[in-house]
């Protein structure tokens, strides 16, 4: 493949990226992303136009935003050996919801964004529901992106701030250094926090899933409504999160499988 037709690739990725990112006020117009890819608005229109006739991106002329279309979607749903490694971790989540009565989200890093891949909602009558399945967060911003993003090392952590400084002023109260002091809790505490800082009135708080690679590729996190938040509370939704995430480790420990057998 020639080096054009490569960048197209990578530039068409990008797009598709952008219009599943999510922040206060980014709406997924041209405008928005011919300048946040740094892209001339005729090349990214002309991209946008192909996605769109694909049915990879889909484009709302009443609001003139783009969105991921249905080919993408019917594509997320092949089934592979990843998809299925994440089922566990997906029932965690939904076990979560249900003890601890709280919108609970599985999120997987992607490059220097976190992606929801699954959500389960609490029986609260006032739902928090920031992130929906398939949107995009950069690491940092919000627990689970946190949690993911301090369980990477320290150069990792200033080159991913580097990339997404720029785009910080879209949210509440998020900045680098809001980050780095996030991450340093989070890296002490196991934990990493959210108070406010995505939005106004939301508490979320989100743990990275250990495994046996370097560094955690999957959290488990949760958003709350913060006027509701208490100490207590927090260290009752800790401990639940710390055994359900367990509980996947136990049953997927070498001769968990032969013991359960032998049962």
């Known amino acids: 493949m020639s080096q054009e037709g490569t960048q197209a690739i990578r530039r ?24 946040s890819l740094d892209l001339p608005r005729s090349t990214a229109h ?21 969105e991921i279309g249905m080919l ?28 601890a009565n709280v919108t609970t989200y599985l999120m997987r890093r992607s490059g ?5 891949v699954h959500k389960a909602e609490g029986r609260t009558v006032i739902r928090v529901i920031p992130v929906e399945v ?9 627990a689970g992106a946190t949690a993911l993003l301090a369980d990477l090392g320290d ?16 949210y509440h109260d998020v900045s ?8 340093a809790e989070a890296r002490e505490t196991g934990f990493a ?11 979320g708080l989100g743990k990275a899933i250990t495994s046996r690679v370097p560094s955690s590729d999957l959290a488990i996190s949760i958003a709350v409504h913060a006027p509701d938040v208490d100490d207590a509370l927090i260290a009752r939704w800790k401990a639940i999160i710390s055994e359900e995430i367990q509980k996947v480790h136990d049953t997927r420990s070498p001769g968990a499988e032969g013991q359960a057998t032998a049962g």
């Not at 680098?176 to 991450?183: L, M, Q, T």
């Open 12 to 35: 068409a990725a990008a797009i598709l990226q952008r219009i599943a990112h999510i922040s206060d006020d980014t709406p997924a117009t041209l405008r928005d992303i011919s300048e």
């Open 46 to 66: 002309r991209i946008l136009k192909c996605l769109t006739e694909t049915g990879l991106a889909a484009y709302n002329p009443a609001t003139r935003r783009y």
């Open 72 to 99: 993408s979607y019917e594509l997320g749903l092949a089934v592979t050996d990843r998809a299925l490694d994440l089922s566990p971790f997906a029932a965690a989540v939904d076990r979560i919801a249900e003890r």
């Open 112 to 116: 220097v964004e976190a992606v929801c």
């Open 134 to 142: 398939g949107h995009r967060r950069f690491l940092g911003v919000g």
């Open 155 to 170: 150069a990792a952590l200033e080159r991913i701030l580097t990339a997404i400084g720029p785009e910080l002023h879209r």
């Open 176 to 183: 680098a250094e809001s980050i780095r002091a996030s991450v």
């Open 193 to 203: 926090e959210s108070r406010s800082k995505v939005y106004k009135s939301i508490y």
